[in-house]
C-alpha cells in the first residue's frame, strides 16, 4: 500500500470514528447566537437568583417538594442535559396561577405557570414551552438586551435605573430587580423568539419530545386567545411562519421516534385538574409609592452646552447630566428622577438623548421612517401603557430629518399620566438619533417651551 494512500485510509478512519463519537446535541443544525454582553457569567448568575428571590416573595408558588413540581423540574432536567453551551445552574419552579404564562430568568432559574399546565394537550407542548425558555437562557437573550440598552436605550423609566442616581452603572444587586417578573428583558425581540425556537426545536429532538409541540402550543394561543395569553404573547412574540419554522428545522435532522405521553404527564394534567383551588394565585400589583410633584423642576433662563461624540444640546444650566458622553444620557433637574417602591429610578420630568440602531442600515429615503417605527415598536414593547396621541409629523432639525410623534404613558408619579414627546433625527450612519421628552401631563404645557428650545440646539455629529 503507498503512502498516499494509507493517509487517506486512516484520515477516513478518523474521522467516522469523531463521527460516532459527536454527541446527539451536536447533530442540531442551528448553533446557538453570541453577542456583546456586558454581564459576566458570574454575575448573570448572581442577578438571576436575586430576581428569582423577589419573584417567589411576590407570586403563590408551588413548595419544592410538591408532586407537580417534581415532575416539571424532572422534565427540565432531561432538555438541559442536551442543551449547548455553558452549563447553567438551572432551577425549576411552579406558580398557582392560571395565567397562561412561563420563563426563565437569566442564569437558569425557570418559572413554570399552573396555567401553562394545564392549557398542554400533550407532553411535548409543555416540553415546547420549556426548551424555548431554555433557549432564552442558553443564548443569554436577556443580558445581551441589557448590554444594547446600554449602548442604545429604548426604555423611558428604565433608563434611570440603569444609569442610577450618580450617573454611573447601578449596582449589580440594583440590577438584580430588573430582571424579574413583568421585566423589559424578559420581554423578546421576534429575533430572540425565532433563535430560541430553532434551538429549542433541537434540544427537544435531542432529548426524544417532537419539536412540533413548541409551535402547536403558541399557535393554540395564538387561535383562541383568552385570559392570559395576550401576556404570553407579548413576551414571546410571534417571528412569523413559526410552525413552518420548526418543521424545517426539524427536516435537518434524521428521522426518530419520539417519547408518547407518558404516565407521569397524564397523572400530573389529573392532579392539577384536582386540586382543590388550581391556579388560586394571581400576579400581585406592585405600586409605584411616590407621593406628590418634587419640588425644583422649574428650569432656569440660563442655558449649557452638553458635547456628546454623537451630538450636542443646550440645556439648562440647573439641570443635570446623567450619562457620559460615550453613552446614553438623561438630562433631568434635582428631583425629576424618582425612586420607585422596588428602589429603583424613573425618570418623571427630563429628557432622554440616545441613539437607536436600525435593523436595516442604509440611506434610503423609508430609513428614518423605518427606524422610527421600529423604535415604537420597542418603546411599546417595554412599556405597554403608552399610546399615541395624535399622528406623525415630519420636522426638520437643523437641517437633519426628523419625525415628531406625541405618546401618553402612565407616570410614575403615583395617581398622574405622563406626556412623551419622541422626537427622532436621521443619521448619516442609517441609524437615528431620538428625544424623548418627559413630564406629567399637567406640567408638560410649562415645559414644552423649555424643550422646545433643547431640540432647537440639538445638532447631529
Known amino acids: 500500500m503507498r503512502l498516499a494512500e494509507s493517509k487517506f485510509l486512516k484520515s477516513v478512519a478518523l474521522a467516522l470514528a469523531m463521527l460516532i463519537a459527536v454527541p446527539p446535541a451536536a447533530l442540531a443544525r442551528f448553533q446557538p447566537t ?22 417567589e416573595q411576590k407570586e403563590p408558588m408551588l413548595p419544592d417538594n410538591n408532586e407537580i413540581t417534581v415532575y416539571v423540574r424532572h422534565l427540565g432536567e432531561q432538555l438541559t442535559a442536551v442543551a449547548p453551551g455553558y452549563k447553567w445552574p438551572y432551577q425549576f419552579h411552579v406558580v398557582n ?16 405557570n399552573i396555567g401553562a399546565i394545564m392549557e398542554a394537550d400533550h407532553e411535548d407542548e409543555l416540553a415546547g414551552v420549556m426548551a424555548h425558555e431554555i433557549s432564552h437562557v442558553v443564548q443569554r437573550h436577556a443580558t445581551r438586551a441589557y448590554t444594547k440598552q446600554q449602548k442604545y436605550s429604548v426604555g423611558l423609566g428604565i433608563l ?21 417578573l413583568g421585566s423589559y428583558f424578559l420581554k423578546n425581540s421576534r429575533q430572540s423568539e425565532s433563535e430560541a425556537d430553532l ?18 402550543f403558541f399557535s393554540k394561543l395564538e387561535e383562541q386567545g383568552g385570559q392570559g395569553t395576550p401576556q404570553f404573547l407579548s413576551d ?8 413552518a419554522a420548526v418543521q424545517k428545522e426539524l427536516a435537518t435532522l434524521p428521522p426518530k421516534r419520539f417519547k408518547p405521553d407518558g404516565p407521569e404527564f397524564l397523572h400530573i ?11 388560586s394565585g394571581a400576579p400581585h400589583a406592585q405600586q409605584i409609592q ?60 427630563g429628557v432622554i438623548i440616545s441613539i437607536f440602531e436600525t435593523e436595516q442600515r442604509g440611506n434610503s429615503s423609508n430609513s428614518l421612517d423605518d427606524g422610527t417605527h ?37 407616570s410614575p408619579l403615583q395617581g398622574q399620566k405622563e406626556r412623551d414627546w419622541l422626537v427622532t433625527v436621521q443619521r448619516s450612519d442609517g441609524n437615528i438619533s431620538y428625544l424623548v421628552f418627559i413630564a406629567p401631563e399637567t406640567s408638560f404645557g410649562s415645559l414644552r417651551p423649555t424643550f422646545e428650545q433643547m431640540l432647537r440646539s440639538f445638532h447631529v455629529k
Open 269 to 279: 394534567k389529573q392532579l392539577v385538574g384536582s386540586m382543590q383551588h388550581p391556579g
Open 374 to 410: 421600529q423604535l415604537m415598536d420597542q418603546l411599546r414593547q417595554g412599556n405597554p401603557e403608552m399610546r399615541q396621541s395624535g399622528s406623525e409629523e415630519n420636522i426638520r432639525v437643523n437641517n437633519a430629518a426628523g419625525k415628531s410623534i406625541d405618546f401618553t404613558s402612565k
Open 34 to 55: 453570541s453577542g456583546p454582553d456586558s454581564i459576566s457569567i458570574e454575575q448573570e448568575i448572581q442577578l438571576g437568583r436575586q430576581a428569582a428571590q423577589q419573584t
Open 236 to 243: 414571546h412574540p410571534n417571528p412569523g411562519n413559526r410552525e
Open 290 to 349: 411616590s407621593g406628590a410633584a418634587p419640588s425644583g423642576i422649574e428650569p432656569s433662563g440660563s442655558f449649557q452646552t452638553f458635547q456628546h461624540n454623537m451630538y450636542s444640546v443646550d440645556y439648562p444650566s440647573n439641570w443635570q447630566i446623567f450619562g457620559d458622553p460615550q453613552s446614553d444620557v438623561t438630562i433631568a433637574p434635582q428631583g425629576g428622577i424618582i425612586q420607585n417602591s422596588r428602589g429603583q429610578s424613573e425618570v418623571a420630568y
Open 160 to 180: 434611570g435605573a440603569i444609569l442610577g442616581g450618580r450617573g454611573g452603572l447601578a449596582s449589580l444587586a440594583e440590577l438584580g430587580a430588573q430582571f424579574g
Open 97 to 112: 396561577t392560571k395565567v397562561v404564562n412561563a420563563f426563565a430568568l437569566p442564569g437558569g432559574p425557570m418559572f413554570v
Open 199 to 216: 434551538l429549542g426545536t433541537d434540544i427537544m429532538y435531542d432529548a426524544g419530545y417532537n419539536p412540533q409541540g413548541l409551535a402547536d
